[in-house]
């Protein structure tokens, strides 16, 4: 049962232009979202959350987006820069606080 | 302030060995979490401590995964005998108790490679 899903694998953008990655969630109870971002053989580091009682949430060139009737959530990254090329990571988060992660979407950023 | 630590950063084992990685949390970190991820997938949870309790251990395999957090301090995640699906990234995570956001802080990650 795939609670958190990230169905594009990949996504190409031109630097500069605003990069948008999509995720959608099953579980209702889900409190908390977060993104995160990876480089090759880094872990995972911590990029932005949004909290389910808010429908936007704010970071310089980040913004989280959630729409809980639909139960979707977006990440926008305007402008994109060459190091914002990584995986990133849609996860929830619930009472028990363990984090559900999706599937990933490889972001590259094209010169 | 010091991030969470993992060893062996890679090992490459053959099936049926048995393989341990470690993991030293952020200092004060009550909890800790050790993930599973394969290739072209997202972080799985394989067990979830609190001190040195455990929360959640539905998704371990314990025919052949073990872990434990004795001290309430580092932990050990054991596979014996190891398969080939285990070829994964273990990831260890930590997070203090007052957070509430569910943010949670990863080490690198010990890449397993069983032939």
């Known amino acids: 049962d795939q609670q958190v899903k990230q169905n594009s694998p990949s996504l190409s953008v031109q630097e500069g232009r605003i990069s948008i990655l999509n995720c959608d969630y099953t579980?209702?109870?889900?409190?908390?979202f977060l993104w995160y971002k990876k480089y090759p053989a880094e872990g995972p580091t911590f990029l932005i959350s949004?909290?389910?009682?808010?429908d936007k949430n704010e970071d310089g060139r980040f913004t989280v987006f959630l729409n809980k009737s639909a139960k979707h959530l977006s990440l926008h990254i305007v402008p994109s820069q060459p190091g914002d090329s990584a995986v990133y990571f849609c996860?929830?988060?619930?009472?028990?606080?363990?984090?559900?992660f999706g599937q990933g979407t490889r972001l590259t950023i094209n010169p | 302030e010091a991030g969470v630590a993992q060893s062996p950063r890679y090992k490459i084992i053959e099936k049926r060995q048995s393989v341990a990685f470690w993991c030293n949390p952020i200092?004060?970190?009550?909890?800790l979490y050790w993930y599973q991820q394969i290739l072209g997938q997202g972080p799985k949870l394989l067990i979830q401590?609190?001190?040195?309790?455990?929360?959640?251990d539905s998704q371990l395999p314990k025919d052949r995964f073990s872990a434990e957090r004795l001290k309430g301090v580092d932990s050990t995640l054991k596979i014996q005998p190891a398969k080939l699906e285990d070829s994964a990234v273990y990831l260890c995570a930590s997070r203090p108790v007052y957070a509430n956001t569910g943010e949670l802080f990863f080490g690198e990650g010990s890449r397993l490679t069983v032939l």
């Open positions: 579980n209702s109870m889900f409190d908390y």
């Open positions: 996860a929830a988060s619930g009472g028990a606080q363990k984090l559900v």
């Open positions: 949004i909290s389910s009682i808010k």
């Open positions: 200092s004060g970190h009550a909890t």
């Open positions: 401590f609190q001190n040195n309790g455990v929360v959640d």
